[in-house]
């Protein structure tokens, strides 16, 4: 955001004990989170990406020959941690994001003896894995039902009352199936003489 100028570079605060600077910062890590100054978390994305990276690159580095078994241990107990790490709040869903994660288990599941030259699809399904959005939407399905469980639905979710519609009172919901009323009548009629 800029505040025109060359002012932008140079905020100050005033507090109790004088005019302090703020320094400008590119990035921060809080809680294990990266959040840069534009406020997206790409780079918690970017960082934990190449922290799995590195990983399989030691596990490849430290084992000759890696087996099936092996390679479901490792990546499960190593890698995937790294991946999910604050997913819930770092997901963003945008396509360049969500290809950079999925690169790394793609990655993960080339080391297999034996797989490398078949569809990432089939290598899932040899490995017993889920590709990650199945396991962050299976996430987000979870913390979703224990809000609804515990009652917190209502401050994470609107609820929509039948008397807040715009318009007179009477006024049928457009999508909802159960409200068609008189408007199958004529339909009826032509088919059921």
Same mark, same amino acid.
């Given at each position: 955001?800029?505040?025109?100028?060359?002012?932008?570079?140079?905020?100050?605060?005033?507090?109790?004990?004088?005019?302090?600077?703020?320094?400008?910062?590119?990035?921060?890590?809080?809680?294990?989170?990266?959040?840069?100054?534009?406020?997206?978390?790409?780079?918690?994305?970017?960082?934990?990406?190449?922290?799995?990276?590195? !990983?399989?690159?030691?596990?490849?580095?430290?084992?000759? @020959?890696?087996? &099936?078994? +092996? $390679?479901?241990?490792? /990546?499960?107990? =190593?890698?995937?941690?790294?991946?999910?790490?604050?997913?819930?709040?770092?997901?963003?869903?945008?396509?360049?994001?969500?290809?950079?994660?999925?690169?790394?288990?793609?990655?993960?599941?080339?080391?297999?003896?034996?797989?490398?030259?078949?569809?990432?699809?089939?290598?899932? !399904?040899?490995?017993?894995?889920?590709?990650?959005?199945? @396991?962050?939407? &299976?996430? +987000? $399905?979870?913390?979703? /039902?224990?809000? =609804?469980?515990?009652?917190?639905?209502?401050?994470?979710?609107?609820?929509?009352?039948?008397?807040?519609?715009?318009?007179?009172?009477?006024?049928?919901?457009?999508?909802?199936?159960?409200?068609?009323?008189?408007?199958?009548?004529?339909?009826?009629?032509?088919?059921?003489?």
């Amino acid at each position: 955001m800029s505040f025109g100028g060359d002012s932008a570079n140079a905020f100050v605060m005033h507090g109790e004990k004088g005019p302090e600077d703020i320094t400008r910062i590119d990035a921060k890590k809080n809680l294990g989170i990266w959040l840069s100054p534009n406020l997206s978390f790409s780079l918690h994305l970017e960082k934990s990406a190449q922290k799995a990276f590195a !990983v399989l690159r030691m596990i490849r580095r430290t084992f000759s @020959r890696i087996t &099936r078994t +092996d $390679l479901q241990i490792l /990546y499960r107990a =190593c890698v995937r941690p790294l991946l999910e790490y604050a997913n819930p709040v770092v997901y963003s869903g945008r396509t360049k994001d969500v290809i950079l994660i999925e690169r790394v288990q793609r990655a993960a599941t080339k080391m297999v003896a034996g797989l490398k030259s078949m569809d990432y699809e089939t290598r899932l !399904v040899v490995l017993d894995l889920f590709p990650l959005e199945y @396991r962050r939407l &299976r996430g +987000d $399905l979870i913390l979703t /039902y224990s809000l =609804c469980e515990q009652g917190l639905a209502n401050r994470f979710f609107t609820v929509d009352p039948a008397n807040t519609r715009r318009g007179h009172g009477e006024r049928q919901e457009q999508n909802c199936p159960g409200n068609l009323g008189e408007s199958l009548d004529p339909v009826y009629q032509s088919v059921n003489p």
